[in-house]
């Protein structure tokens, strides 16, 4: 069975960078028909598509965080990472990583989450 | 504001059918048919329902249900049940990569 699971540091300082990393277990990153997602969600609001990757790195972020937004793949540890810089408080959500189907757009495997605080 | 409108509420008694929209554009509900539905409860993450407008992934019950008119995606939820009540959240494909949610339904089971 397929899992994901994110992981990193819970709280941020304003102005600084968010880096979280999905591991994925139960299969392999390196698969063709998926790519490699990132969803947020403010406590009490709604999901947020942020961006995905393929394994093989070709890369989209959502228009509205692009340029502040990293995401990247190492295939040697079945993980995907995701870099957010220059942090507000608006940027205070669960965090969740999930795997999106390449050509029905669906994300059919998601991670538990990670609630990221920004504060000093 | 969230790119797909759905009403932030809607409930039904056990075992009657609940039907909630999902609003967009003709450049995402309308343009295609890679409309998806996830359940999320509280504490928990989304869980997808509902794919492609109408196909369920296997375990998911046939109570849930997909269909779309025009620039309006529906989810029913027929004979429901007291494990029903969470927050649904329908998404689009939008061309060019992009992907939107809609805000999100809190369903009630009274």
């Known amino acids: 069975q397929l899992q994901l699971r994110e992981s990193g540091p819970g709280l941020v300082k304003p102005s600084e960078t968010l880096s979280l990393t999905c591991t994925v277990s139960?299969?392999?990153?390196?698969?063709?028909?998926?790519?490699w997602a990132w969803i947020r969600q403010p406590p009490g609001k709604g999901l947020e598509y942020i961006g995905r990757t393929y394994y093989s790195g070709s890369i989209y972020y959502n228009s509205p965080l692009r340029g502040r937004v990293s995401i990247s793949v190492d295939m040697s540890k079945n993980q995907f990472s995701l870099k957010l810089n220059s942090v507000t408080a608006a940027d205070a959500a669960f965090y969740y990583c999930?795997?999106?189907?390449?050509?029905?757009?669906?994300?059919?495997?998601w991670g538990q989450g990670i609630l990221v605080t920004v504060s000093s | 504001q969230s790119a797909l409108t759905q009403p932030p509420s809607a409930s039904g008694s056990p075992g009657q059918s609940v039907t909630i929209s999902c609003t967009g554009t003709?450049?995402?509900?309308?343009?295609?048919?890679?409309v998806s539905w996830y359940q999320q409860h509280p504490g928990k993450a989304p869980k997808l329902l509902i794919y492609e407008l109408t196909k369920r992934p296997s375990g998911v019950p046939d109570r849930f249900s997909g269909s779309k008119s025009a620039y309006t995606a529906s989810l029913t939820v027929s004979g429901l049940q007291a494990e029903d009540e969470a927050d649904y959240y329908c998404?689009?494909?939008?061309?060019?990569?992009?992907?939107?949610f809609g805000g999100g339904t809190k369903l009630t089971v009274l």
């Open positions: 003709r450049s995402d509900v309308g343009a295609f048919n890679y």
């Open positions: 139960g299969g392999s990153l390196v698969t063709s028909n998926y790519y």
């Open positions: 999930a795997r999106l189907h390449m050509e029905s757009h669906h994300f059919d495997y």
């Open positions: 998404s689009s494909y939008a061309g060019n990569n992009n992907l939107v």
